[in-house]
């Protein structure tokens, strides 16, 4: 064969009798009510999936609206945790000042009770040396009270010897 031949092509080479032409158009026939059942049965799944796919998709549009409702709730529940939380900061911030303010307030009253206690030992002090000025003048008034005592004098005189 050379590049300037072309050889024919058969149509049906194995066609050789009547009998195969029979035969061939029988199972020409059988492939064409196959193919009609084959066509058939995918027009079937071809429903079906329309149906599973309604479905399908009614499932998705409930699943959708319960992420939503979801989605919506948690925001709600991160909104309540975020209002407790700066709720908890106002009050802990609250209770620290009261705290730094009573704290405040016994450093203040300590001093005063130092200072009243350094007045106090002073005071005690003064009261002590007044009672004693007190005493001193008393024992002095007591004294003087008393009627004087002349003195005698004291004669030098030597016993008699016997």
């Known amino acids: 064969m050379g590049d300037g031949e072309q050889k024919t092509r058969e149509l049906c080479p194995n066609l050789t009798t009547s009998d195969d032409l029979v035969n061939r158009i029988g199972a020409l026939s059988v492939d064409n009510l ?3 059942k084959v066509i058939m049965g995918l027009w079937q799944n071809i429903d079906e999936f329309g149906v599973n796919i309604k479905t399908l998709t009614e499932e998705n549009v409930v699943l959708n609206n319960f992420k939503g409702n979801q989605e919506a709730l948690f925001r709600n529940k991160e909104d309540e945790i975020t209002q407790l939380k700066e709720a908890r900061a106002n009050y802990k911030n609250k209770v620290n000042k009261q705290f730094d303010e009573k704290n405040a307030r016994i450093r203040d009253l300590e001093k005063i009770l130092k200072t009243i206690e ?3 030992v002073i005071n005690q002090e003064e009261v002590r040396n007044e009672l004693m000025k ?7 008034f007591k004294e003087s009270l008393k009627p004087k005592k002349v003195k005698k004098k004291k004669i030098n005189a ?3 010897r016997a």
């Open 118 to 120: 350094a007045e106090a």
């Open 158 to 160: 030597k016993p008699a």
């Open 34 to 36: 196959n193919k009609d």
């Open 134 to 140: 007190t005493r001193k003048e008393f024992a002095l």
